[in-house]
């Protein structure tokens, strides 16, 4: 149960360091581009991140195609040393998400699942963003599909290359 109120209490953080990377992603702070991916650094509190938009997105509702429209569409690792925060997965849909509903994450053969609030989905531990993390540089693609508050179906495909330089770059940015 502690655990739990614990995690709770990490992921209502993470909502606020999701909106944080958010903004700051549009900042001239890009210090590195990896292919498919950027690492953004911020100083003061020390912040990094490897973000990429999705390569290809795909919108449906009752089985058709539909054309809807969405905010930004990004798959984020962040790190935030003051906070603890290391390798943390975040992916905002640029829509927010159906009450209660989660993201299922694809990399490979592998799925997991995300949970979302808001705009904002996240794996629900520390461990879990690792998994995620390692299943990232393994594979080639992740495809992330969710479900609007409008009951459209989304389906996003990240591509990896890239990724695993990106991440490494911002972790080693962020640790010292």
Sequence with gaps: MILKISRMIGVAAAVVFAGTAMAQEVSDNRVSAETDWSVFVESNPAECWAVSAPKETLNTRDGNTVD???????LIVFYRPSENVNGQVMFTGGYPFADGSTVSFQVGDTTFQMFTQGETAWPATAEDDAKFVAAMKRGANAVLTARSGRGTQTQDT???LG?????????NRCAG
């Design 68 to 74: 809807v429209r969405r905010g930004d569409i990004r």
């Design 163 to 171: 990724f695993t330089a990106a991440v490494d770059e911002a972790a």
């Design 158 to 160: 990240f591509s990896l």
